[in-house]
């Protein structure tokens, strides 16, 4: 198991026996098939850290509920973005020629209009 998903892990534990009402919420993981057809529409390959991230947690939309409401209401706190909400922020980005360094942004986590993301073929 990676480092990412022990940790990950570490912290789906503490929530189930400290906050089982948060825990409950996390949304479930999604396959890796279902990550890759998501992400296929996308002209690189992103980071095995995604995709272990979206197998450990689906992310929300913005139809669900979010981090913001479930563990800590009114500060802002960023969401882990649901891959097709990513593939969306992508396309706005894309057409707002939103860049990096040249480079395409990927939003993993967002609140509002702020992303926090990773950077296209970024080594």
């Known amino acids: 198991m990676s480092k990412l ?3 990950l892990n570490c912290i789906r534990a503490y929530l189930e026996s400290n906050y089982p009402d948060v825990a409950e919420k996390l949304p479930p993981g999604l396959l890796l098939e279902e990550i890759e057809e998501i992400f296929k529409i996308l002209p ?3 980071p095995q850290e995604v995709y272990q991230l979206y197998q450990w947690c689906g992310g929300w939309s913005r139809e669900t509920e979010n981090w913001d409401t479930v563990f800590a209401p009114y500060y802002g706190t960023m969401t882990l ?3 097709q909400g990513g593939i969306e ?4 980005f894309e057409k707002s020629q939103v860049k990096y360094i040249g480079k395409p942004l ?3 986590f967002g609140f ?5 993301c990773i950077v296209e073929d970024w080594q």
């Open 44 to 46: 690189y390959e992103l």
């Open 89 to 92: 922020t992508v396309k706005v």
């Open 112 to 116: 509002d209009r702020i992303h926090l």
């Open 106 to 108: 990927i939003p993993i």
């Open 81 to 83: 973005c649901s891959p």
């Open 5 to 7: 998903l022990n940790a």
